[in-house]
């Protein structure tokens, strides 16, 4: 008889244990959030790319779906400004480059958003306008604007830094690819970024 009353014992608390986990550790709210970046910009490739521009610098906003406490489906644009290279074309003016990206992203969290560092990977695709001022040397045209829509990716990581259940700031580092037609190659670019995360 105290063999049973022990098993029936034991069954219960093995029952009821989940149940006491689940109300001393509640699950982390899973939240919108709202994106808002600055920061600097560098270009990679292809090579006339990189020696005809100069680092410049970037700003984006973005909106956050909460699809679970570890990862957001976040929509985001973003414009890189690329300053043409004057030393390159011997004092030319003009020629600035600017790169207008729309991504749909996964932004992976390492941990739940309420711990106070939380490291992330992002990866996402979408369109990029590509968009250079026409290049000129006192009155004459070296260079005609151009206007290029292109397919775009991009790869980085970052951390969030909490702030209070709300707010958080973040620093990031992503890669950019644009697919190009022409024979130099695609163009990509590092973007370096510090932000603002706003939850809903």
């Known amino acids: 008889m105290n063999l049973l ?10 029952y009821a244990a989940p149940s006491l986990w689940a109300d001393s550790a509640p699950e982390t709210a899973v939240r919108d959030s709202i994106f808002v970046n600055i920061g600097a910009t560098t270009p990679l490739d292809p090579a006339n ?11 984006g906003l973005g909106y956050g779906f909460g699809l679970s406490p570890l990862f957001q489906l976040v929509i985001d644009a973003n414009s890189d400004n690329f300053p043409l290279n004057r030393a390159a ?6 020629g600035n480059l600017r790169i207008g990206t729309l991504l749909a992203n996964i932004r992976l969290r390492v941990l739940a958003q309420d711990n ?3 490291p992330y990977l992002i990866f996402g695709l979408g369109a990029a306008r590509v968009e250079q001022e026409a290049i000129t040397n006192g009155g004459a045209l070296i260079s005609p604007a151009t206007s290029t829509a292109n397919f775009a990716g991009r790869f980085g990581i970052g951390i969030d830094i909490r702030i209070s259940a709300l707010a958080a700031l973040y620093v990031e580092s992503s890669g ?19 932000g603002g995360k706003f939850n809903l």
């Open 116 to 118: 106070p560092v939380v």
């Open 49 to 59: 790319f990189n020696s005809s521009q100069t680092p410049g610098y970037n700003g």
């Open 5 to 14: 009353k022990s098993f029936l014992m034991a069954v219960l608390i093995f």
């Open 89 to 94: 074309y011997n004092g030319a003016s003009g």
């Open 176 to 194: 950019y690819g644009i697919l190009t037609n022409n024979t130099p190659g695609n163009t990509t670019y590092n973007s370096f970024r510090l």
